[in-house]
């Protein structure tokens, strides 16, 4: 992999990962993730910054020292090695780059380097900065900018005035490798609707949970005059960078209540997440789907355990609307959906419209576990509907009738 010019003095280094390993141990990247650093260098007698760094994986050291080798450096010219955020994707070579270059300073927030010492044992070189504090590489300075919780609470952004560059690590990021391109303008419109696609499985599995800290972020960072958004998972965004702004202060906004007299966060449709044991609860969706579609509202359809959360998350994310069906199973929520409801509520998906339905054997149990789970998520609910077995053509009608009232909520 060669490095990609940002501007004279900055240049975009990236591994792209391709693995059937899970990302964090538990999303599926079945198209890849990029892992981005960047270099960036003072003028002549000048310092030299790397900001991030990378965990080796898919042999993304060996991509590394590929792209810095193309712009004639290596690690061992590394003066600084700005570590924007701890989690091991962007730190866990750490180590070997210490083994490497002893004498580069390491730079963090003060949380950052407490995560550098526990997670790496590494104590010396170190050096701590906080919001507004600046760094002089000679005709080229740095201004670092506290973003707690976008990711973890010890993170920062990086800002470099001249490119008009944030280097913004998790945020603005997507999954999705890159392949032999970076920039934003080298993608088609077919590329971008994928790469759209997974940028919002990202944001769902990985930031949900902290958007208001999003936003908060954002806030913080609205002064700046940003020409390129430069993150540490995804494309650089130089052509359009408001675009990747843009998406990420919408979907900040999802999981928020709607403000008194505005429309609700989310977008007008419904996510059917649905589980069946033996076809009973699946025969009373179809009445619910028929509803739907009389009702004219877009709808995807989710099969649990058979799809991964990481996808279901993503749609019931950006969805006002949700139909949860399944069976009673032992007295309780047939278990892979009370699995996606844990989900749920450690990723904030807050404030929806919900429709439950589903069938039961000998007796009910699934309402009451359902009535529980939901209690922290802050749904409004379409009343709930329960069959014992298969489903009458009345019970089939009536849920025809609430999936018709879903998509009226959502549409409205
Ligand atoms: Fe890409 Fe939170 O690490």
Redesign the pocket.
């Known amino acids: 992999m060669k490095a990609h010019t940002i501007s004279e003095l900055v240049h975009c280094l990236h591994a792209d990962i391709k693995t059937t390993d899970l990302f964090?141990g538990i999303w599926p990247i079945p198209q890849g993730v990029s892992?981005n650093a960047y270099l960036v260098r003072g003028g002549p007698g000048g310092k030299t910054a790397l900001i991030d760094l990378f965990k080796d994986w898919s042999g993304a050291a060996g991509q590394f020292e590929e792209a810095l080798a193309s712009v004639g450096s290596g690690f061992d010219q590394v003066d600084y090695l700005i570590l924007n955020?701890l989690?091991p994707?962007?730190t866990g070579w750490l180590g070997e780059f210490r083994r490497r270059n002893p004498r580069a300073k390491i730079i963090s927030t003060a949380k950052g380097i407490n995560l550098i010492k526990t997670f790496y044992k590494e104590d010396d070189g170190l050096r701590a900065v906080k919001d507004g504090d600046k760094l002089d590489l000679g005709g080229l300075e740095l201004t670092f900018f506290e973003t707690p919780n976008i990711?973890?609470p010890e993170?920062m952004v990086t800002w470099e005035p001249s490119s008009g560059t944030l280097f913004s690590?998790?945020a603005f990021?997507s999954f999705g490798a890159l392949g032999d391109r970076v920039f934003d303008d080298e993608f088609s419109g077919a590329e971008h609707a994928l790469f759209e696609k997974e940028c919002l499985r990202y944001y769902a599995n990985?930031i949900s949970s902290f958007s208001t800290f999003v936003e908060r972020g954002m806030a913080k960072l609205s002064g700046l005059d940003i020409r390129r958004v430069a993150p540490?998972?995804g494309m650089v965004w130089r052509k359009n960078p408001k675009t990747i702004m843009d998406r990420y202060r919408t979907y900040a906004s999802y999981s928020r209540p709607a403000l008194e007299g505005a429309e609700p966060s989310g977008e007008r449709e419904i996510a059917v997440i649905w589980g069946s044991m033996y076809g009973n609860t699946r025969r009373g969706l179809d009445a619910v789907i028929r509803g739907i579609e009389a009702g004219g509202a877009p709808y995807s359809v989710h099969q649990v355990p058979n799809e991964d959360v990481s996808y279901v998350l993503a749609d019931a994310f950006k969805s006002r609307g949700l139909v949860l069906a399944m069976p009673t199973y032992e007295y309780a929520m047939f278990p892979p959906m009370a699995y996606v409801l844990d989900i749920f509520r450690r990723k904030h998906i807050f404030h929806k419209t919900a429709l439950r339905v589903g069938s039961w054997g000998w007796v009910g149990g699934a309402r009451k576990e359902y009535e529980a789970a939901i209690e922290a998520l802050q749904w409004e609910s379409v009343p709930s509907m329960e069959w014992a077995g298969a489903p009458t053509a009345e019970e089939c009608r009536v849920l025809e009738d609430r999936g018709r009232e879903l998509a009226r909520i959502v549409r409205a």
């Open positions: 964090e892992l955020h989690e994707d962007h990711h973890w993170t690590c998790d990021g990985i540490s998972h």
